[in-house]
Each structure stands twice: as structure tokens, then as C-alpha cells.
């Protein structure tokens, strides 16, 4: 059975979704899904890096954690097992960006990149542009080591998005991103958030934690087609 995720903070003119385990990452069944030939999806190829790919007509692949581009009939993605995949969609310009937010990518502030990148380069303003954060990890599973703990927060500054347990930190990246997102002038009213946890529900989510190493992706999916 098919998991997709609408979330209802984009206008009907943009089509934006995340996966679950099916289907995945298959990007033959996201291409009949959107109505969009494959060779119109991009996803970048993924380090855990603050880089923000500015797409134009040029799909090769390319090193890049996150991806705006004003293109039309094209779907942006991210591939994530655990870390925050997040869209984004300026709608009075007609900008759309998409974000795979690890613990280093939250500490490196690459939401925040995306979203002065969208301001930089194709003049949105943040009251214009609306965000989705889509299934990741949760406070309740993601135990963490006091480093990543630290680098996360030295990145988003207090909040409730960490506590200790008497063995692990526990850190919730979504909320984290949020408060970054807020940071970054972003109204809260333009930022909807799944409150699903993907270790949590393995049947219905891969983790990397909860298959403690390799598993598969899915992913976080926006396009103005």
C-alpha cells in the first residue's frame, strides 16, 4: 500500500508530497504518480553538505544537499531514511526549493541557506514562502551524543527541541529546523509539520536507526508541472 503525504500548506498549482516506504524512491512510480516523465525528476546526489544547487536546465548530477530552481514541468527531490526532508514553494514568484536536513546539515544551517539562497537569487521575501517538514526521526528515538547535541543547538540557539534522558540526549531535527525556519523570518503560519516519527513506524517508514545501517529511502518531492 502506497504512503503519500499531501501537505496542504501549497497552493493547487504545485504539486508537493512525501513518500513512505512505497513507493520509496522508485522513481518510475513517482514519475506515473506526478504525471511527469523521469527524466524531469532531479534529485542531487547527497553528502550531508550546506551546498545549495541552483537548477536550471543543466539535470546532471551533482553533489548537493539542497536544490531551488524556478524551473516549470520539472519535480525537485531529497531521499531521506531519518533526516528532515523539507519543501519549500515562494508562490508569488514562482520559486520552489527542496532540503535533506541531517544533524550536520541542521548544524550547518542549510535551511536557513535555502531560504536566503531563494532571497539572493530570485528576490522572495519570507512571509511569502511556505514550508513543509515531512516525516523524519522524532525527540522520542533520536538519542545523540552530547557533540551532535551541541552543534545542532550553537546552530538554533534555546528551544524544545532536546532533552536528557539519564542515558541520551535526545534531539528532534524537525523542531530544530523549525526554529531555524522562524529565525529566518518565516511566519509560522507559512510552516506545516508531520508529526510522524519514521523509527517509530517501520512498516510504514525506512530508518537508519531502526534498521541500525543500510535500508532504503524515501523522499520529499515538490514541482510546479
Same mark, same amino acid.
Given at each position: 500500500?502506497?504512503t503519500?503525504?499531501?501537505?496542504?500548506i501549497?497552493?493547487?498549482?504545485?504539486?508537493?508530497?512525501?513518500?513512505g516506504? %512505497?513507493?520509496?524512491?522508485?522513481?518510475?512510480?513517482?514519475?506515473?504518480?506526478?504525471?511527469?516523465?523521469?527524466?524531469?525528476?532531479?534529485?542531487?546526489?547527497?553528502?550531508?553538505?550546506?551546498?545549495?544547487?541552483?537548477?536550471?536546465?543543466?539535470? %546532471?548530477?551533482?553533489?548537493?544537499?539542497?536544490?531551488?530552481?524556478?524551473?516549470?514541468?520539472?519535480?525537485?527531490?531529497?531521499?531521506?531514511?531519518?533526516?528532515?526532508?523539507?519543501?519549500?514553494?515562494?508562490?508569488?514568484?514562482?520559486?520552489?526549493g527542496?532540503?535533506?536536513?541531517?544533524?550536520?546539515?541542521?548544524?550547518?544551517?542549510i535551511?536557513k541557506?535555502?531560504?536566503n539562497?531563494?532571497?539572493?537569487?530570485?528576490?522572495?521575501?519570507?512571509?511569502?514562502i511556505?514550508?513543509?517538514?515531512?516525516?523524519?526521526?522524532?525527540?522520542?528515538?533520536?538519542?545523540?551524543?552530547?557533540?551532535?547535541?551541541?552543534?545542532?543547538?550553537k546552530?538554533?540557539? %534555546?528551544?524544545?527541541?532536546h532533552?536528557?534522558?539519564?542515558?541520551?540526549?535526545?534531539?528532534?531535527?524537525a523542531?530544530?529546523?523549525?526554529?531555524?525556519?522562524?529565525?529566518?523570518?518565516?511566519?509560522?503560519?507559512?510552516?506545516?509539520?508531520?508529526?510522524?516519527?519514521?523509527?517509530?513506524?517501520?512498516?510504514?517508514?525506512?530508518?537508519?536507526?531502526?534498521?541500525?545501517?543500510?535500508?532504503?529511502?524515501?523522499?520529499?518531492?515538490?514541482?510546479?508541472?
Amino acid at each position: 500500500m502506497e504512503t503519500l503525504i499531501y501537505p496542504d500548506i501549497f497552493g493547487s498549482h504545485t504539486t508537493a508530497f512525501f513518500t513512505g516506504k %512505497s513507493p520509496g524512491a522508485d522513481l518510475d512510480r513517482i514519475s506515473n504518480i506526478a504525471s511527469v516523465s523521469k527524466e524531469k525528476i532531479y534529485l542531487p546526489i547527497q553528502k550531508h553538505t550546506d551546498k545549495v544547487l541552483l537548477l536550471d536546465s543543466d539535470f %546532471s548530477p551533482r553533489i548537493a544537499d539542497a536544490v531551488i530552481t524556478k524551473g516549470r514541468g520539472i519535480l525537485i527531490g531529497v531521499q531521506v531514511a531519518d533526516c528532515v526532508p523539507v519543501l519549500l514553494s515562494d508562490t508569488k514568484k514562482s520559486v520552489l526549493g527542496v532540503v535533506h536536513a541531517g544533524w550536520r546539515g541542521t548544524a550547518a544551517e542549510i535551511l536557513k541557506k535555502t531560504i536566503n539562497s531563494m532571497c539572493d537569487k530570485f528576490s522572495s521575501v519570507p512571509e511569502d514562502i511556505m514550508i513543509a517538514l515531512g516525516p523524519s526521526i522524532r525527540l522520542c528515538c533520536y538519542h545523540v551524543g552530547y557533540d551532535v547535541l551541541e552543534s545542532v543547538i550553537k546552530a538554533t540557539g %534555546s528551544g524544545d527541541y532536546h532533552n536528557q534522558k539519564t542515558d541520551a540526549y535526545c534531539l528532534d531535527l524537525a523542531t530544530a529546523n523549525k526554529y531555524q525556519t522562524i529565525s529566518s523570518g518565516i511566519p509560522e503560519k507559512n510552516i506545516w509539520m508531520s508529526q510522524e516519527c519514521t523509527y517509530c513506524k517501520p512498516d510504514r517508514f525506512y530508518s537508519y536507526r531502526y534498521a541500525k545501517g543500510s535500508t532504503g529511502r524515501q523522499c520529499g518531492f515538490i514541482g510546479i508541472l
